[in-house]
């Protein structure tokens, strides 16, 4: 299946398992920038089952980096910002305020250090389905569907790994995902250029599933 031929296929698996959906659509529940930004997660997902073993493994890897290193960029400026009071005076900074964001970059970065020194490999349909969970729970939708509609989505992509996966092993590492992974809305556009180009509203709603 090329692209859109897969699109067309999530969307009728999207109203056979959820039929609410639309009507949170109609109602403005749902409203059409986080429609859009659900839509982001479905096609970064097609995007990562669909590419080679090889290709994943690279940008799984060039990824890490990125993601390593913004962090200690942020980590290391708060720290030495918190050392100099001339600092702090000058730029009328509050100090709680700052330690706060000191202790939250520090505790995502040693969260993705820990995973890149790990031997289990990191694949980036990870931060992906960890976002698509986020989606999911956001809105009640049934557990069940959440899983049948990413194996579905595995088997229209052709994943090569699609064999490895059922219901039970996307319950088990959901909840790994959703407890564990440290992840902010810029790191998404470190890694990606599409949430890079995201505007501002867009932007928005990515934060309120993430925080």
Known sequence: ?????????????????FPSLQSFIDQDIITKS???FYGSIQFNLIK????????????????????????????RVRKLGLKSDVFIEEHDINIDIMRKRYEFYQT??????????SS?????????????YK????????????????????????????????????????????GEMKLSTKVLTVIDKDFNQMDDELLQEASAHLN
């Open 120 to 132: 289990e490999m990191y694949f980036n349909y990870e931060i992906y389905m960890f976002l698509y």
């Open 1 to 17: 299946m090329n692209e859109r031929q897969i699109v067309k296929e999530l969307r009728l698996r999207l109203r056979e398992y």
């Open 135 to 178: 989606w999911m729970n956001n809105y009640e939708l049934d557990q069940e569907n959440t899983y049948k509609l990413l194996l579905d989505l595995m088997g229209f992509c052709n994943y090569y790994g699609a064999r490895y996966f059922n219901l039970e092993r996307l319950s088990s590492e959901k909840e790994i995902l959703l």
């Open 34 to 36: 986080d429609w859009r």
């Open 108 to 117: 995502h970065l040693n969260y993705w250090k820990k995973r890149k020194e």
């Open 48 to 75: 990562n089952f669909t590419i080679t073993p090889e290709k994943t493994i690279r940008e799984s890897k060039a990824n890490l980096n990125k993601i390593v290193k913004f962090y200690e960029n942020e980590t």
